[in-house]
């Protein structure tokens, strides 16, 4: 028996964290083994990449150099943590994976959607997830609840135009991977965001 890989994507404060732990609380309950992790991160080494990827202002990260970070990062994480447990038969929930990469380095940063496509082949051997559930929300909507929620890291400094760009990938690629995807409207309440998302897994199910 093989787990499944689920992905929870979007702009920041959508409520990709809140509602990766929603996922998994809906698969436990359906009696399945389910693991939370999260990208960048997700191993030891790979949380400490994350660390130089979101909180280094000492010296300039060159957009090469953080595309390479995600994808060092996420070499670590399939190969020690996300392929072991799908082969155990365990269900991964991860909030983010490398459509962030796209819409964050490639819509974001502007780095060529080629030479992702390459690190992504070249890191992944095909390993892709089975659901991607994308929260859409105006980047107002987000970049208010996060700021809310707590200090600022090197992404959540950028401006509104970024965070539009961010957005408008991440749609394109829902629209180009219609049978992975899941697109929800994330600038409603919690309860109807999570009405939805409670429907999709139960598909999923
Ligand atoms: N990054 C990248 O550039 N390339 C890559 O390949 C990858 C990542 C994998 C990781 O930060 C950064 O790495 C990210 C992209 C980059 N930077 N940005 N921006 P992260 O994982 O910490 O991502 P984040 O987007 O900054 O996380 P976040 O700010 O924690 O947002 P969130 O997880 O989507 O939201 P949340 O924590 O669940 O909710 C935020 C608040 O809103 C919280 O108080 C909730 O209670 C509240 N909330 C949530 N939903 C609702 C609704 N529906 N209504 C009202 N309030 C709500």
Not at 29 to 49: C, K, M, N
Not at 108 to 130: K, N
Not at 143 to 169: G, K, N
């Amino acid at each position: 028996m093989t787990g499944r890989f689920i992905t929870l994507e979007g702009i920041e404060g959508v409520g990709k964290s809140t509602n990766t732990k929603f996922v998994a609380d809906l698969i436990k309950a359906a009696g399945h083994d389910v693991i939370i992790t999260r990208e960048p991160g997700g191993t030891p080494l790979a949380e400490r990449l994350r660390d130089i990827a979101l909180h280094h202002d000492d010296e300039p990260v060159p957009a090469t150099a953080e595309l390479l970070i995600m994808f060092a990062a996420r070499s670590l994480h399939l190969e020690n943590l996300i392929k072991p447990a799908i082969a155990a038969g365990r269900w991964v929930v991860c909030d983010r994976f490398t459509d962030a990469t796209y819409a964050y380095q490639g819509g974001g940063r502007g780095q060529d959607g080629e030479r992702i496509s390459a690190l992504e082949r070249w890191v992944q051997s095909g390993t892709q997830p089975d659901l991607t559930i994308l929260l859409d929300a105006d980047p107002t909507i987000g970049m208010t609840r996060a700021a809310e929620r707590s200090a600022a890291d090197r992404f959540e400094r950028e401006r509104e135009e970024f965070f539009q760009r961010v957005r408008l990938t991440y749609l394109a690629r829902a629209e180009r991977y219609t049978s992975r995807f899941r697109v929800i409207d994330a600038g409603r309440s919690l309860d109807r965001v999570q009405e939805d998302i409670r429907n999709v897994i139960n598909k999923e199910l």
